[in-house]
């Protein structure tokens, strides 16, 4: 299975203020982008227009329109500068899954409109870096990695559920299990088989964990509400006793884990030690 990534350079056009967690500011902006560039009906909603089923704005951005659960779209930075200066830049990286990886044209015309728009609640305008990224295409799944001892860092505020509430005892086996469910549901997406890697979940013995809960606000343009949308970070060591384990965590790495991630949220890496 391949994915497509867009790695863009925003170039700072004035002084700016952003926030230090830009995962809904960013997230806000290309969905904003993406609309304008891509609806020539301007409704006020998706649900009742006639051409919902074969919009690449629902396809990559909007499932409440089309009432899937899986939204093939990750927008993440890592940047936690929040004064830049005019020439200052902020790095973007974009991930298209399934049917949308065919949309990473209308994309780029996104985060070359959300640029121009203005990031911020001030509309703080940026510029697309030259040359404009190309649209990367990659493996999902690399050669299987060696049974041996893995560290996991959690990059992005990981966020789960444990039946109806947050997860708040975050061990190996539940990580385990969101990385195998995340790969399970783009395979359902796009339709296609799952590989033999997918179907138990591997075995793997947790060495050490230094987690901690980050708590992120944010403004909910949808409920008109404040919202906290915290999850943990940090790192994680275990044993693999097939290296199973590390090859699922390898490939959910590309595509982020548990909830929030269209925001950037459950970025994960592995490093052996």
């Not at 940026?126 to 799944?141: C, D, E, K, M, S």
């Not at 708590?215 to 409920?223: A, K, L, V, W």
């Amino acid at each position: 299975m391949e994915i497509v990534t867009l790695l863009a350079c925003l170039k700072a056009k004035q002084n700016s203020i952003l926030p230090q967690y830009k995962f809904s500011t960013l997230r806000g902006a290309l969905g904003h982008g993406l609309r304008r560039v891509i609806c020539i009906k301007r409704r006020a909603q998706c649900q009742d227009c006639s051409l919902l089923q074969h919009c690449p704005y629902t396809t990559i951005f909007d499932n409440s329109a089309t009432q899937t659960e899986f939204l093939p779209l990750v927008c993440y930075s890592g940047n936690e500068q929040m004064e830049f200066h005019a020439g200052d830049t902020l790095s973007v990286h974009i991930t298209l899954m399934g049917h949308a990886a065919a949309h990473s044209a209308y994309t780029l015309l996104a985060l070359q409109e959300m640029a121009s728009q203005g990031l911020g609640k001030d509309r703080q305008p940026f510029a697309i870096g030259h040359p404009p990224p190309l649209p990367q295409v990659q493996h999902l799944y690399d050669t299987p990695l060696p049974a041996g001892s893995y560290r996991l860092r959690l990059q992005s505020p990981l966020r789960s559920k444990t039946g109806s509430r947050l997860t708040t005892d975050l061990g190996l086996q539940k990580i385990l299990h969101l990385a195998q469910r995340r790969l399970q549901s783009l395979h359902e997406h796009s339709g296609q088989p799952l590989p033999p890697l997918l179907s138990d979940t591997p075995q793997a013995q947790e060495i050490s964990r230094n987690l901690h809960w980050l708590d992120i606000g944010r403004y909910s343009n949808r409920q008109a509400t404040k919202m906290k949308l915290g999850g943990f970070v940090g790192t994680m060591e275990f044993s693999d006793p097939t290296g199973a384990a590390a090859t699922m965590f390898n490939a959910a790495a590309k595509i982020h884990i548990g909830k929030q991630t269209t925001f950037g949220y459950g970025k994960i890496e592995l490093e052996g030690i």
